[in-house]
Antibody, heavy 120, light 112 residues
């Protein structure tokens, strides 16, 4: 059974840093792009970042570029999101999601999410 | 940012048929990229409902059907059931945006 489990969320002051983790099981992580998607309280889904299966390329939404870094360790079945210079507007539930077949460009499995709160 | 527009809310009685639209543009759906749909129950993670415009993953009831035409996609739910009450999001890819992966604004479905 494919499973993605996020951890590492919490309350962090503006300007602070936090690292989220995504533990993958039930599939071969090294075969898939993995994304982070966030959802602000009461808001919609927003793409944050993605990383290539061999970690050779990472892409980011403009809103987090230069502040967030996505990485992965396929041997440990883990994907990470390092978040620096956090802002109030980064408050959200952060989901890791597996990208389906590349040509399709969708997300076929999602984790349960982890909440990051940056208070004003 | 959302560049796919959905109605904020749609409602229907049990057994009825409802439809949710997802309006994009020539840089995303109109450029030939597929439309996908996700269902998100209250307090839960999104779940893939429809992929590649009109394909259902294993386990998704055939009451859910997707379609695409021009710059828009659509999700139809026939024989509406109480358990269908949730938020629904469309998703596609946009060649003009950094990152490219885009979601719709979301639609709250209420079963009356």
């Amino acid at each position: 059974e494919v499973q993605l489990v996020e951890s590492g969320g919490g309350v962090i002051q503006p300007g602070g840093s936090l690292r989220l983790s995504c533990s993958a099981s039930g599939f071969t992580l090294s075969n898939f792009w993995i994304h982070w998607v966030r959802q602000a309280p009461g808001g919609g889904l927003v793409y944050v970042a993605r990383i290539k299966p061999d970690a050779s390329r990472a892409e980011y939404a403009d809103s987090v570029k230069g502040r967030f870094t996505i990485s992965r360790d396929n041997a440990k079945n883990m994907v990470y999101l390092q978040m620096n210079s956090l802002r109030v507007e980064d408050t959200a539930v952060y989901y890791c999601a597996r990208e389906g077949p590349v040509i399709i460009k969708n997300f076929d499995y999602w984790g349960q999410g982890t909440l990051v709160t940056v208070p004003s | 940012q959302s560049v796919l527009t959905q109605p904020p809310a749609v409602s229907g009685a049990p057994g009825q048929t409802i439809s949710i639209s997802c309006t994009g543009s020539s840089s995303n759906i109109g450029a030939g990229f597929d439309v996908h749909w996700y269902q998100q129950a209250q307090g839960a993670a999104p779940k893939l409902l429809i992929y590649g415009n009109n394909h259902r993953p294993s386990g998704v009831p055939d009451r859910f059907a997707g379609s695409k035409s021009g710059t828009s996609g659509s999700l139809a739910i026939t024989g509406l059931q109480a358990e269908d009450e949730a938020d629904y999001y469309c998703q596609s890819f946009d060649i003009s945006l950094s990152g490219g992966y885009i979601f719709g604004t979301g639609t709250k479905v209420t079963v009356l």
